[in-house]
Every structure is written in C-alpha cells, then in structure tokens.
C-alpha cells in the first residue's frame, strides 16, 4: 500500500487540520455515487480512507511515522535493541529506582508497563491493584450519502482488526459534523470507563441536490412547450418524488417553493432550466418567423442601459 501522506498529497509535517481537509477534497471527489460504474474512483476512495485511517488517529500517525505500523496499520517486527542504543543516552548509569528516567517522560502508564515490565510498572503505581485511567478517545473519519444525512440512517464503520461499529447519523446532520460515541475509545485502566470514539461525518455532494440551510435546491429541466403551456410533472426530493404543477407561461429561473420537502422541516425549491430541442424543429421555426408576441419585451434592456 503506497505512503498515506502520498495518497493524501499531504507533508509528514503538516497540521491534522489540513490533513482533515485534504481528506474531504479527495473523499468527495472520488466518492463512488459521483463515478458510477468506475472501478478505479472506488478503489482510490478505498485508498483515501485507508490513509485517512492512520493519519486522522494522531496515535497512529505518531506510530506509522515511528516505523511501528505499517500503511495497513499492521504491526511492523520491533528491532532488536542493541547496547549501543541507551548508552550515554538517558538511561546511562541510571539505576532503577534511582529517579534518572528521563527517556520516559509523558509516557502513558499502559506504554511504561509495554515497555519495562509488571515491576516497573508497579513501582510507578501504573501496574497497582489501585491505579485507574480514564481510556483515550479515538478519531475516526466516515463519508456517507447526501440522502442519508438528509433523513438519518445508520451506517457501519469497520474498524482496524476487523471491529465494526455501528454509527446512528441523525437527520439533518451537516458535513463536518463530530459524532461522539460513548465508551467506543480505547479501553480504560482498572475500573475506569473507556475512552469515546469521535467520528467526523463528511457528507458527499449529490448529483442533482444542493443544501442551503434546510432547504434543498434543484434545478429542473422543463421543454419549451412545458414551460409556455404549463404541465404536471414528477420531480424528485430527498424522501420521494412528488408530483408538481409547472404553471403556464413559466419562463426560465422560474422558482417553485415544496413546502417541507426539505431537511427537518426545511424546504425544497426548484428553479425551472428550460431545455431546447436537441435538432432543428422545423415547424417551430416557421411559427416563429411569422409570431407577433401580444407582449413584446426587450430581454437586455437593462444590459443596453448599462454604460
């Protein structure tokens, strides 16, 4: 699997911040529902994730930079230690229990009883009947539909090993938004409660919808003859299609209000594109060369007004 910082086009030195947006550029433009049929769009969104899935955890990020894991989050074969290593360096002439740790400061209690052992551990109360901490919270990135964060829906995210979890996406819910699972973290340290899971939710853009507030916007393709004569058509919403009146005489821009056909209570509002035919209409041509408008008008008037 290539280097997650390549697949994101991002620096090892860059912030998590543009790292997260490098992430929702890349994961919208390739999402599958905006390239159907395209094997490879759905296998360059796989590999944005699996990116996404190391560099968002900053754990796992510091791990990978470290050589611990690999781009899949494997486990990477610890080298063994040699001598030279620790000689001179913090540990030299330090005894245990002397206090001359300074290679271990900031390290968790988990990572001083991983590296040193029971005793040592048990030394520092990090190993004790009596220590509990609180497990650490873990970030984790999930793309779902437009329709879905319109209505609500649950949606499955696998987790590194193989762990699945299900996350509940409320309705209404905006891009960017966290998701905070409770007791979903790391695990915590004797009796303590587990960390959260936080899940950013990146909403894929839509074909045909767009999202202002709570209102959804549509632009509808009309004929000419339905926008001059009128017509009843169905026009599609984020819960269904419904039926529309397109009144007569309607010309092109031409705004329609749905009531409550948005998101929470919001909207839909479709704007008319009057659409021509593809080829000639020879019959429509020759209707127009002779037709005196009851109405006439001057569409760029106020273009000839401008100096």
Do not use: C
């Not at 796992?60 to 074969?77: L, S, V």
């Not at 040699?82 to 300074?102: E, I, K, N, T, V």
């Not at 419904?242 to 704007?271: D, F």
């Amino acid at each position: 699997m290539d280097d997650p910082y390549a697949t994101l086009g991002v620096r090892r030195d860059d912030s998590a911040e543009t790292i997260r947006k490098a992430y929702r550029k890349l994961a919208k433009r390739h999402h599958p529902d905006l390239n159907p049929g395209k094997a490879e769009a759905l296998e360059r969104f796989k590999a944005i994730n699996a990116a996404n899935e190391i560099l968002s955890d900053p754990d796992k990020r510091a791990r990978y930079d470290r050589g611990e894991i690999d781009a899949e989050g494997r486990e990477k074969p610890p080298e063994r230690p040699q001598y030279r290593d620790y000689s001179g360096g913090d540990f030299g002439g330090a005894a245990p229990g002397g206090g001359q740790y300074g290679g271990v400061h900031g390290l968790s209690p988990e990572e001083l009883e991983s590296l040193f052992g029971g005793a040592f551990a048990t030394h520092f109360g990090a190993g004790g009947a009596n220590f509990q901490a609180r497990g650490g919270d873990v970030q984790y990135s999930l793309t779902v539909d437009f329709i879905d964060a319109a209505n609500g829906a649950v949606r499955r995210l696998t987790l590194p090993g193989g762990r699945t979890l299900d996350v509940t996406i409320p309705a209404g819910l905006k891009d960017g938004h966290v998701l905070r699972l409770k007791g979903q973290g790391r695990p915590g340290h004797g009796k303590a409660p587990a960390g959260d899971a936080l899940v950013e939710i990146s909403v894929a853009p839509h074909r045909f919808f767009r999202r202002e507030g709570n209102d959804v916007l549509l632009d509808l393709p009309v004929t000419l003859q339905e926008a001059v004569l009128g017509a009843s058509v169905e026009v599609p919403t984020v819960t269904g299609k419904v039926r529309v009146t397109i009144p007569p005489n309607s010309a092109n821009g031409t705004k329609l209000r749905l009531a409550r056909r948005g998101i929470t209570g919001g909207n839909q509002v479709v704007e008319l594109k009057v659409v021509l035919p593809p080829g000639p209409e020879p019959a429509l041509t020759a209707f127009l060369k002779t037709w005196k408008p009851a109405h006439p008008i001057d569409p760029r008037e106020a273009l000839e007004a401008t100096p």
